[in-house]
């Protein structure tokens, strides 16, 4: 008997063509389209001239922006009136608190072109981004201009946000008094969880040209006082001791080999009792589910010599080999979650 199976190239052309969405989307983050709309809805001509659009396009951008679903629109063509959808006034407006427009920025400007080349990396294994010609480090190249060192840091704090925010209430932080956030980047997971639990003292270390800017974060939210920047390299340097250390997308960007230096040198500055707690999109045991994480680890394959994501099963063997006594997955915001190992 043969079993009829239905199929239609719906999903096929929906991905393979995707890239248009994604394009039109980075593109209206880019023109900052949504933050003009936040102040109200607005004419196509009131768009047109804010943001210096040409006639032609026009009207087609912004329809598709709405038939996508980030644009709601009342009238047509030229009687249209634009205004933001709901998911976009939240997570697009510049300046707004769960701003995600920063990991588009950076999708946009990096990501976009460099993904571009992902048969070649496929095929040699190489990164395809600003090291691809150059023999510096990645984070060296990003860091040797301060727009760049903006954008990165930006895209970093913007895409973990919500994860940190979900760290800083599902995690019982009651039993630790210090917390160290190494790789911290612009400082924003010490500040969810200083502003979240008032008992902790907090350190964020990093590279040296990211201290200044963390300072600048720490000091605009007020929590001098209890959170410090430090600065250093954490292949070199002991990290600092405290009861936590977290570490948001740090063990993705490096080799197996150095994924277990970082967890051994966090085992070592740890007191007994102390916790890891790595803030990453743990792939899925079976690798079927979180598409997410799967394609993060390609993209350290564009980003990175060495890097890649990796399981619950990946963290347990790694962190047991370093020392630690057990650890666990605690789900954080969509694909995200926080591996974490106790001491
Ligand atoms: C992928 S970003 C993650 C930033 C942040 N933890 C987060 O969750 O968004 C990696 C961070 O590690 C820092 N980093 C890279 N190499 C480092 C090193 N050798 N020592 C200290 N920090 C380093 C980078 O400057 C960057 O801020």
Redesign the pocket.
Known sequence: MTVQVQVNPEKIMQVGMGFWASKVLLAANELDLFTLLSSGPKEVKQIQDALGLHDRGIFDFLDTLTSLGFLEREGVLESAIYSNAPDVDVFLVKGRPAYLGGMLSMANNRLYKFWGSLEEALKTGAPQNETKFSDKPV?EEIYKDQASLHEFLGA??SI?MGNFLALAKKFDFSPYQTLC?V???NGS?SIVIAQHHPHIECTT???PP?EAVANGNITAMGLQDRIKASS????VDDLPETDVICM???LH?WSEEQKLILLEKAYASLPEGGVLIA?ENIIDSERRQNAFGLMMSLNMLIETPEGFDYTAADFNRWATKAGFKRTEILPLAGPTSAAIAYK
Do not use: H, K, R, T
Request: hydrophobic share 45%.
């Open positions: 984070f970093m704090s973990q956030d790789g911290g980047a997971c270390f990093d590279l990211v250093g390299d954490f292949f948001g997308n740090i960007d803030i």
